[in-house]
């Protein structure tokens, strides 16, 4: 293999979540009071399928199968629930990069914390979105991965 000495590509991503309270909206379980998606995408949802190869959501253990597995963009998950937890997410990339997986952590958002018009700190039901700006550097790519980035 030939890496590109003295050559870094980065390519930036954005990760986390939205969150919508079901307002009493019938979900599969009863106790569940939010839809919300976990997400990782590009920016101005560029494709980002050509150096991301699947993405792992590690959810919380009081969901079923709670290692999820997206194998093709949109690397999302959609659920619901009721509380909000912290999760891994882990980011694979494209087998030609010989790249190792990244691993990112996130704490799932349900709640606005933000003091109302009246100043008083409550959690009011409204949709939300908690999601972080992050940026992956590629030193010195194998050059058939650094052809792929160069083409996109
Ligand atoms: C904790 N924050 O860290 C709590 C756990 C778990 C949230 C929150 C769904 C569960 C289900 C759900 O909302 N889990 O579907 O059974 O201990």
Known sequence: IKRMKGIAV?????????AQPLHGK????PEHTHRWTLSVRGINNEDISY???????KLHDTYDN????????????TETGWGEFDLIIKIHFN????EKP??????????PYEED???????KQKPVTSYSYDEV???EPIDTFYAILQEN
């Open 26 to 29: 019938k979900a599969a379980n």
């Open 137 to 139: 550097v590629f030193n």
């Open 95 to 98: 087998p030609v990069s010989g």
């Open 66 to 77: 709670p290692t999820r597995v997206i194998e093709k963009p949109p690397f999302e998950v």
């Open 102 to 111: 990244l691993t990112l952590y996130h704490h799932l958002k349900l709640h």
């Open 10 to 18: 980065s390519r930036p991503f954005i990760y986390g979540n939205s």
């Open 117 to 123: 018009e009246l100043g008083s700190p409550g959690l």
């Open 51 to 57: 150096f991301i190869r699947k993405v792992t959501f």
